[in-house]
Each structure stands twice: as C-alpha cells, then as structure tokens.
C-alpha cells in the first residue's frame, strides 16, 4: 500500500514516556506498520496560549494569538487519522489537552473542519474515569454540521502498577483498525445516533440562521469556510 494515508498522534502526557503516552505511541507504530505516515504531536514541545476571546477564529480564517496553534490545526485537518490520548485527571484530560481542545474546538465545533476522520481516543487513569475520558477525545472530530467516526477507545485503569502485556496490545489493534477503517470507509452507520439527530433537527438550523445573518460580520470567516465546502 502507498503511503497516502496521514495519520496524527496527539499526545498531553506531562510524562514523555508516561502510561498514555507510551500506549499513544503504541498504536501509531502498529499503525506506521500498516504502511502509512504518522506523526507525533506531543503538546508540551509547542507553544499553546490560552484562548483571550478575541472570536478572530469566528469572523476571519486563523487564530492571531501568534502561537503555534494555527500549526496544529493544519496539520489536524490534513490528516485522515487521529490517534488522541491524555491521561485521566479528576475525571477528565489533563489541563494541557484541555486548553488545547478548547483552542482547536472553535474551528472543528463551528466548521466541522475534524468532521468525517477516523480518530481513536487513549487514556489511563490511578481510579476511574479513563473510559469516559478516552471517549470524550474523540469528540474533537465532532462539528455542528458533521461528525467524525469513533474506530474506538481505549481506557485503562493502571493504579500503582506498569501496563500489562495486554494493555500494549490492545492499542495496537486499535492502530490497526484505525487504518482499516480508514481503508474501507467505514460509515458507523448506528454510531452516534443522538449526535446525528441532534444536528440535523436542533444545530443545523440554528447555526444556518446565525450565519444568514452574521454570515458578512461577525462569523464571516466561518460563513467563508462553510461556504467554501459547500455545506451551506
């Protein structure tokens, strides 16, 4: 197979060689074996501001906060894969992968930029949490008028102890699948339902009438981006 096929790992591990990095790391490789590109992002090697809500993301085109976020976000949306993963605080990622979901959300929320990729959620956690962690993840790819395809997730409860053989293994076959599914077009058809019918009775038609009128002002640049995608 050519290598055609880009997939992206995000990593937000405050350990370089921490639990949810090292099964990150995992399934990109098993992936990278399936003949495709992969590339590591591991969030603490870039410069990622707190959002100030200057809204330039909703009325033009980047993100003038002069970081490094504009970076990631075209690398995100170049890709056809996405491989996420952040360990389990208090319920929920850690606060380096939460300022950068926040970031990167105005546009794969607004736009549905991240909609239709294939993305695969890891997390670990010393309790509980790391399952509903893993999946929220994979929201990322989740817009307002399209949604993208959960190839699945991976959460693992480690405590005080090293991941077992079977953890390892386990994001590998789901590197694996990724590709596949990715190769195959899966659709996921009864995935996500209530998203999808919430999008098309609820957001769909709220959004429309926002950007009729605000489409020249003040969400211009999403009107432009939509627009251009042919999606309204």
């Known amino acids: 197979m050519k290598n055609t096929i880009n997939i992206v790992t995000i990593i937000s591990s405050p350990h370089r060689k921490g639990y949810s990095a090292t099964l990150a790391r995992k399934a990109m490789n098993a992936a990278k074996e399936e003949g495709v590109d992969v ?34 976000r075209s690398k995100l949306e170049k890709a056809e894969g996405i491989i996420i993963s952040s360990p389990t605080y ?42 509903k962690v893993a999946k929220y993840l994979t929201e990322i790819t989740d817009g307002l008028f399209d949604l993208g395809y959960r190839s699945g997730i991976l959460g693992v409860k480690v405590g005080h102890d090293d991941l077992k053989p079977e953890d390892l293994d386990q994001a590998a076959d789901l590197g694996k699948k990724l590709i596949q599914d990715i190769i195959t077009k899966r659709k996921f058809r009864f995935q996500k339902l209530f998203s999808k019918l919430l999008s098309i009775i609820v957001l769909k038609p709220i959004m429309k009438k926002n950007l009729k009128e605000n489409g020249e002002k003040e969400m211009q640049g999403v009107y432009e981006y939509l627009k251009e995608k042919g999606k309204i």
């Open 39 to 72: 590339e590591e992002i591991y969030l603490l090697d870039y410069n990622i501001k707190y959002c100030s809500g200057c809204m330039n993301c909703v009325s033009g085109n980047k993100c003038t906060l002069g970081d490094e976020l504009n970076l990631l």
């Open 90 to 131: 208090a319920l929920m990622p850690n606060a380096i992968m939460m300022n950068f979901i926040q970031r990167i959300g105005i546009y794969s929320a607004y736009r549905s930029s991240l909609a239709g990729k294939y993305i695969v959620g890891i997390s670990t956690a010393g309790g509980v949490g790391s399952k």
